[in-house]
């Protein structure tokens, strides 16, 4: 399908949080740009929900995380020894992990609790740590990365991924209010944001739904994703929150939602 090659072609993996639930798996979602495969964040079933999407562990080229708290990245230590079985030549590509500053820090932690099981062949595991103080950016052969500080942990990060073909895409992770979510998601096709708890319940680090819609419409994307739904967001009217700030083109993530983003 050559419509396929165009854009960005988006799962939602997980729409919930840290607490289980059967409707909404722990923090991830997978972005396809071409035959590149880039995961955000990787919390508890983020390898199942892949599965679901008809995606291996050993198809993904990039992991990105937004922070450290374990509902986003906790799924990394088990996908790595999944990686192993039955033997890591299935891995024919490097694997790139992606975060803000401390993500070599994590990862030696997690090496003196699991040591070799989480290693593999020299160089098909390779770590990059952006700014989390500032704004930081890469460039891969077919899409870029942009990257800001956001409100919620020390080592927080948004992050803007543009195709090659000029389509945007905005993953807010975790945060409170944010100026430079703002600035990051500037004219954006999509902005995938936050919306833990409902307004009523507004906590610090976090955003309710009519927070996301202002940021949104500040912002000026071209569509609003809102995900990262605590249980409490079930006994209130999402949609209705988000506009009282925000009147363009709105979705109410659900684990393996498919969105296509073109220019
Ligand atoms: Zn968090
Ligand atoms: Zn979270």
Redesign the pocket.
Known sequence: MEIENHGINITILGSGTCVPSLQRSSCSVLMQIGATRLLFDSGAGTMRRLLEAETTIFDLDYIFY??F?P??SAELVPLIFATKYPDQNQRRSPLTIIAGQGLTELFSGLKAVYGQWIELAAGMLKFIELDNQSRDSLNFSNFTVESRPVE??PE?IAYRITSADGASAVYS??TDFSENLIELAKDADLLICESAMPDSLQVK??LTPSMAGEIAARAGVGKLVLTHFYPDCDDADIEQECRKTYRGPLLLAEDLMKIKVTR
Do not use: K, L
């Open positions: 937004s922070h708290h509902d986003h919620h942990n927080s992770g975790d680090g976090h």
